[in-house]
């Protein structure tokens, strides 16, 4: 009706009313089929953007699920406490040349502690180390031996190393059923970096933690120390998780987007186990570096708390002491702490360095800055000695200890203290307190531990640092006039951290 009434408006003369009218409908119902189509057209392109979008989510979740890092196959373990009471032994290798008075105490020779951690295995035995080079025909090499005859005790042997180039991996791969698990370093971290975590796990029950790798030095020739703790489920259990994130980083080239919560850690520096160690109540956990899934304390952090926590005294027994990075700027991580303890809280400090070939000029700065800190200072003791014996005429035999003890607590790690040692390489440490409220305490691990320091402190291989006198320990040439402007500038930084402090 409508058309007709309009129809006079567009009627062309001599063309009937009925064939406009129908030639409009016909035009209308194009129209409205044009319409439908380009409705189902644009609906047919939101359902491709949504599918399209939805395939996208999921190949990135896929993408982010193989990158992480898992411990396929195995039962989840949950922390329970022990049923008994863990047992923590301190481990040494003491150089035969390495001479100390008659009524020296000495603890437990780390070959062996860890044979004893081999006649314990029932199921598998787990080891991290950054080096590899055990010959069968030494007398203390009996342990690659033992650990070739774990296949005929149907015991499972799992290595873990940052590189992959000993003969002796490569025998106990090949003919002695091990499964040795290489990480790419370089690649993970883009940065040039070492795999430096030195531990074992026993049946996740028992373990090793401390300075000494799977080769002849450690085990003959250096300087080293380490605990070994038997019966302690938690503890252990916390140290497998760490080995399952460097077992796991095989065939990898970039640092996972997200770690499994299987990799999650019982405790840590705010949250710390609570257990019985040789009759005694601590508060411990594991630490690790670079690889760091959701709540495990970072080795920086460790040592960090283990220094804000201590009253009386620190004591530091570690190869190295260079807080730069890369030789490039200061880093301030312990250094600053360091400091701190010195001036705010008046906490008496011992360095004990590694004197050696490799040892940077630089340290010697660092160190008379520190101690620069305590003139016409009131309770204020920093003392530093560097311990070094002779080897065939050389510097060649090297305390190689990484502990600090306090007189609240311990940590026993696999880094030296140097500022791209935290930022680049993998390691992992130990730390053992003595809970705030406890006030009687018996002769504990951490006594122990302040007692080898002592022994090693007072010993004729430590030296102390002398003012205006290098220690003759660097095969570097150093410039005195340089070395003496130096000092001059130390001693400004010096004085501007105590201003920021």
């Known amino acids: ?8 408006i567009f009627q062309t003369p001599g063309l009937p009313a009925s064939s406009i009218i129908t030639a409009v409908q016909q035009q209308d119902y194009s129209a409205s089929v044009w319409l439908r189509r380009r409705e189902k057209l644009e609906h047919s392109q939101q359902k491709c953007i949504v599918i399209f979008a939805l395939v996208c989510c999921f190949a990135v979740l896929l993408a982010l699920i193989f990158s992480a890092v898992d411990i396929w196959g195995e039962d989840e373990e949950t922390e329970e406490e022990c049923t008994s009471n863990c047992s923590i032994v301190l481990v040494e290798n003491i150089p035969a040349d390495l001479l100390f008075p008659d009524n020296t105490t000495f603890h437990l020779p780390l070959s062996a502690g860890l044979n004893n951690l081999l006649d314990k295995a029932e199921r598998v035995v787990e080891i991290v180390s950054p080096k590899w080079y055990l010959n069968p025909s030494d007398d203390e090499s009996n342990l690659l031996t033992r650990l070739q005859e774990l296949k005929h005790k149907d ?19 090949r003919n002695h059923d091990a499964e040795v698990h290489e990480v790419n370093m370089t690649a993970l971290a883009k940065a040039y970096s070492y795999l430096h975590s030195s531990f074992w796990v026993v049946d996740r029950k028992h373990f090793y933690i401390g300075s000494a790798g799977m080769d002849l030095e450690s085990l003959s020739t250096r300087k080293e120390l380490g605990v070994v703790v038997y019966d302690c489920k938690p503890l252990a259990l916390d140290l497998h998780k760490v080995f399952s994130l460097y077992w796991g980083l095989e065939h990898k080239t970039f640092m996972p987007n997200f770690w499994s919560k299987r990799l999650f850690p019982f405790f840590n520096r705010d949250r710390p186990g609570n257990l019985t160690i040789n009759s005694t ?18 080795d920086l952090e460790a040592i960090s708390r283990v220094i804000q926590q201590a009253r009386h005294f620190i004591y530091i027994s570690i190869i190295d002491y260079l807080p730069l990075i890369s030789m490039q700027r200061y880093w301030s991580g312990i250094d600053g702490l360091l400091r701190e303890a010195l001036i705010l809280r008046k906490v008496r400090i011992r360095l004990l360095i590694s004197c050696r070939e490799e040892t940077h000029p630089l340290t010697f700065n660092f160190i008379w800055s520190l101690k620069s800190l305590c003139l016409e200072e009131d309770n204020c003791s920093l003392e530093a000695k560097f311990f070094s014996f002779q080897r065939d005429g050389s510097l060649s035999g090297i305390n190689h200890n990484r502990f600090m003890v306090t007189d609240r607590g311990l940590y026993i790690g696999n880094l030296d203290w140097v500022g791209e040692e935290f930022t680049h390489n993998a390691g992992a440490g130990l730390v053992i307190s003595h809970p705030g409220n406890v006030a009687e305490k018996n002769f504990t691990v951490v006594e122990q531990l302040q007692a080898v320091f002592e022994r090693d402190w007072f010993s004729r291989y430590a030296n102390t640092l002398q003012t205006n006198k290098i220690p003759v320990c660097s095969k570097q040439h150093i410039n005195k006039s340089v070395l003496s402007k130096s000092r001059i500038y130390m001693l400004s930084w010096s004085l501007l951290k105590v201003n920021h402090l």
């Open 281 to 298: 109540q601590f508060e411990t956990y594991i630490s690790s570096s670079l690889f760091i899934p959701k709540d495990r304390s970072s």
């Open 1 to 8: 009706n409508d058309i007709r009434k309009y129809l006079h």
């Open 155 to 173: 015991i499972q042997l799992k290595i873990t190393t940052g590189e992959f180039n000993s003969k002796e991996l490569k025998d106990l791969e």
